[in-house]
């Protein structure tokens, strides 16, 4: 029986073959895992915006005359409590010294401005009666742990991530409405992790 030798092709068969497979080839189904990484960066841009105008319409700022307040806020309350304490800052842009003298809010039977310091290695706290100067182009902030806002005879529920009404009224500038934005209790400032402390 005679052999039969089969023959190489060439390279440039073996190229031509090649080409034709590739040619024949069917394209690939759309990566959508891909597509779906591409949409990432435009939701997180999206996102960022969503939560900066978030927290633009938290931190809200009031003027009244030549007196500016800056973020004004409060801490939550534990069931049965009954004194809930305000912080804010105070700015007077004007010539002429100005007094917070005192407040009211729908929340608290009794509104009062409290100086809190430090004595002979002791904490004391006592009320201001005749209010809160500020002077001139100064800012006072009122923080925990210093002056403060005392609100007595709480009778609603201050819950963290709400917000409540109060007046503010300086002597010379008149009245002023605000929100107080309602923190955890604990919180050192707006939007702070909470620390467990019973300072006023």
């Known amino acids: 029986m005679m ?3 089969c023959r190489r092709p060439p390279d440039a068969e073996f190229r031509l073959l ?9 394209t690939p189904a759309p990566n959508h895992w891909s ?3 591409s949409k990432l960066p435009i939701a997180a841009a999206v996102l960022a915006l969503w939560a900066g105008a978030a927290v633009a319409a938290t931190a809200r700022d009031y003027k009244v005359g030549s007196i500016a307040i800056a973020q004004p806020w409060s801490r939550a309350l534990p069931k049965g409590a009954s004194v809930a304490v305000g912080y804010l800052k105070i700015t007077n842009t004007g010539s002429e010294p100005d007094r917070l003298v005192g407040g009211s809010t729908p ?3 009794r509104f009062e401005i409290h100086e809190m310091n430090m004595d002979k290695g002791i904490m ?3 009320p201001l009666p005749e209010g809160l100067e500020i002077k001139p182009g100064q800012t006072v902030e009122l ?3 210093a002056t403060h806002v005392m609100m007595l005879d709480v009778k609603e529920p201050i819950e963290r991530g709400k917000s409540f009404k109060a007046s503010l009224k300086f002597e010379k500038a008149g009245s002023v409405d605000v929100d107080f934005a309602i ?3 604990g919180a050192t400032a707006p939007g702070a992790p909470s620390r467990e402390t019973h300072a006023h």
């Open 143 to 145: 923080k925990p742990g």
């Open 183 to 185: 923190q955890s209790i």
């Open 124 to 126: 004391t706290m006592r």
């Open 35 to 37: 597509n779906r990484m």
């Open 3 to 5: 052999r039969q030798h």
């Open 107 to 109: 929340v608290a039977s």
């Open 18 to 26: 090649a080409a034709q497979r590739i040619m024949n080839r069917p």
